[in-house]
């Protein structure tokens, strides 16, 4: 299961703040178009 960001369509494995995201499995999420975040903040890991 991944968090899609809800603008940047963008999907990471953990966050901080779930409410940006919506939670999905990776294949919802790569069927929708999504792509992995590739660098991590403070508020979410690849």
């Known amino acids: 299961m991944v968090f899609v960001n809800k603008s940047s369509n963008k999907y990471y494995r953990q966050v901080t703040i779930p ?3 919506n939670y999905m499995s990776q294949n919802d999420a790569n069927a929708s178009g ?10 979410a890991r690849p």
């Open 34 to 43: 999504a792509v992995q975040g590739q660098r991590g903040n403070g508020s």
């Open 19 to 21: 409410e940006n995201y």
